[in-house]
């Protein structure tokens, strides 16, 4: 039989901010890093400061790495329950998706400013200096 997965509510986890308990919610997962706080290498001030709250969008501001999101499994306790969830794990993955269709005519238009830089110094060089 595999272990149920415990459930939170955002509420309940609100009081859990101190250094002798201390949860942050990254995706909709409930972490427990009361026991990381001295190890992590970002201080134990940056996830203080999150403590009981979602801390989802602070973690991917400092693109942890592929160790730092393997070693997070370690302290996870559990999940929020369906109506606290955001739909955050779908916009993050969309943040790095760079598929966007480029403009078709603007490839003229980035030679326009340095052009137009080019032809300005050459007459300010030749008014000044001939
Ligand atoms: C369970 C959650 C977390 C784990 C397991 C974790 C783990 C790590 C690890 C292993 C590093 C070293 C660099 C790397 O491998 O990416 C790191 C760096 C860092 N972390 Fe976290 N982290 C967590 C949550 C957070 C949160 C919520 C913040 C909020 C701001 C944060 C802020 C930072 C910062 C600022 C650094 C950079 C330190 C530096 O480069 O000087 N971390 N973290």
Redesign the pocket.
Same mark, same amino acid.
């Given at each position: 039989m595999q272990d149920q997965v415990k459930l939170f509510t955002r509420e309940e986890l609100k009081a859990r901010n101190t250094e002798t308990d201390c949860i %942050?919610i990254?995706h909709n997962g409930v #972490?427990n890093?009361t026991e $990381?706080l001295e190890e992590?290498?970002?201080g134990l001030e940056? %996830?203080m400061e %999150?403590a009981g709250k979602d /801390?989802s969008e /602070? $973690?991917e501001d400092?693109s942890?790495?592929s160790? /730092?999101r393997s %070693?997070?499994k370690k #302290?996870k306790i559990g999940e929020l329950v369906e109506a606290d969830r955001t739909a955050s794990k779908a916009s993050f993955a969309t943040t790095w998706n760079n598929d966007q269709p480029q403009e078709p005519n603007n490839a003229w238009s980035a030679w326009l400013v340095p052009l137009l830089l080019g032809v300005a110094a050459t007459f300010l060089y030749r008014f000044l200096f001939l």
């Open positions: %942050l990254i #972490y890093v $990381f992590h290498p970002g940056v %996830l %999150l /801390a /602070a $973690f400092v942890h790495s160790d /730092a %070693l997070m #302290y």
